[in-house]
């Protein structure tokens, strides 16, 4: 009889110790996470480049020759540098009009000064049969006088402001023209990204928007800035063989340093609503039933409840809960493993919704 209450005794013991681990183990484990509240802003994305902001064009007044360049293109220069010496011999007229524009007639020239020039316009690829061809064709006087008026030029060229040459038509033992800046100075403190907005999100963007730029030659940094100007025109651009209407946008660049070249290309991310909070949770804890209405399962008070929820908007990570979600509810992440309210489960692990 001992025996048996023995046997008993060990039997109830370990089942004693045993059931409520058989118990634990039918319990499903389940994931969840934690809605994390945080700031978001609605943002539109484009491409473009980058530009100096404050870019002076230097134009020559005469036509002049070239007696020596004293920068090149990438020189930083002060405001006043000398850039360039001039030549202070004369240019007639009609050395100047036929180096730029070949096809005029009605120019009279003499044989002296056709002999002068002959070399100055070989430079350029331009015979001296068009200056005899001329010639001939001139049938009045008063061409004849026009043709051999000379215009005093400049002595040299001075930077405007300080700033980066970037542009430069300027050739030492060369001739000058009229038609096209002598130099282009670009000021390098101060930048824009200019971006082509597609036309369907042009109405959301708005004038002082905030605004970031990044991009491959900027080292990983992430520059601030916002909307200076939104151009008043939209033009159409090719992408292979389709195309797409787009409309330009200035963003000024905040704080702008060495790593910004004119013409980097940009990538920008520019808002278009105020900065907002929100709470989100991930696509895979959201479930909707027949009647479309989306839900969550939450943990509360030990036990596993269904918490209706109104989503808005998707991010990359997670969607918004406008409604039904507060942070610090446990919100299960493997939703397909609850049977429904009232379900007992085992957490496991813990998390973050991002946002």
Known sequence: MRAVLSILVFIIVISVSIIPYIVYTAVPAVSYVEPQQSIHASSIKATGTIQMNDIRDVYLTQPVMVDEVLVSLGDSVEKGELLARLSTTPVPLA????????????????????SQYAALLSQYGIDSQVLIDAMQEQN??????????????????????????????LKANGLAGLGQPAVTIGNNK???????????????????????ITGNG??????????????????????????????????????PDARLKHGFTA??????????????????????????????????????????????????TGVEAVEGLIPGDIVITEPDRISGDGALVRLRGEGKANA
Not at 273 to 298: G, L
Request: hydrophobic fraction near 40%; proline fraction near 4%.
């Open 267 to 316: 990538k920008v991310e520019i808002e278009t609503s105020d900065p907002r909070e929100i709470v989100t949770v991930p696509y895979e804890a959201v479930r909707q039933d027949r009647n479309n209405t989306e839900y969550v399962y939450v943990y509360r008070d030990t036990q596993i409840k269904r918490q209706d929820i109104t989503t808005g908007i998707e991010l990359s």
């Open 190 to 212: 101060s930048f824009v990204a200019v971006a082509s907005v597609r036309e369907s999100d042009i109405s959301l963007v708005k004038l002082g928007a905030a605004a970031e």
């Open 218 to 255: 900027m080292g990983g940094k992430v520059y601030k800035g916002y909307v200076s100007r939104i151009y008043p025109t939209a033009t159409k651009v090719l992408s292979g063989t389709a195309s797409s209407t787009v409309v330009q946008v200035e963003i000024v660049i905040d704080q």
């Open 95 to 114: 050395a100047l009009a036929l180096s730029q524009q070949p096809a005029l007639t009605g120019l009279d020239i003499t044989s002296a000064e056709l």
């Open 140 to 169: 009045t006087a008063s061409a004849a006088t026009a043709s051999s008026t000379q215009i005093v030029p400049e002595k040299e060229i001075r930077a405007p402001t300080a700033g980066i040459i970037t542009g430069l038509n």
